[in-house]
């Protein structure tokens, strides 16, 4: 299974961002999805996950009420939807597939850079 992860850039404080990550090989719809950041200088952090089927997600607090997790099973494709974007989320985002309930990923994405400015 590989992960190819897309949609990050420069956006202004405020603004809006939509990532995408498409996944090759393997079964998607098996498989819990999930988003992380990593900012110089800080650990990573996951973001957001979905259920294979979509029907259960989970959020930190942090990004709680401004990203939307969501999947398209048919085109083997998670998205993380980001608004309300703040300077304090500049990261580079992965997105990674394993076992939501049990909290483990196994398989990442290459990582997409995504830059807030003030």
């Known amino acids: 299974v590989q992960l190819q992860a897309s949609g990050g850039g420069l956006v202004q404080a405020g603004g809006s961002l939509k990532l995408s990550c498409a996944a090759s090989?393997?079964?998607?719809?098996?498989?819990?999805m999930a988003w992380f950041r990593q900012a110089p200088g800080k650990e990573r952090e996951l973001l957001a996950a979905?259920?294979?089927?979509?029907?259960?997600?989970s959020y930190a607090d942090s990004v709680r009420d401004r990203f939307i997790i969501s999947r398209d099973n048919a085109k083997n494709t998670v998205y993380l939807q980001m608004n309300d974007l703040k300077p304090e989320d500049t990261a580079v985002y992965y997105c990674?597939?394993?076992?939501?309930?049990?909290?483990?990923?196994?398989?990442w994405g290459q990582g997409t850079l995504v830059t807030v400015s003030s």
């Open positions: 990674a597939q394993g076992v939501m309930t049990a909290g483990q990923y196994n398989v």
């Open positions: 979905i259920y294979r089927n979509g029907r259960s997600r």
């Open positions: 090989g393997g079964t998607f719809s098996t498989y819990d």
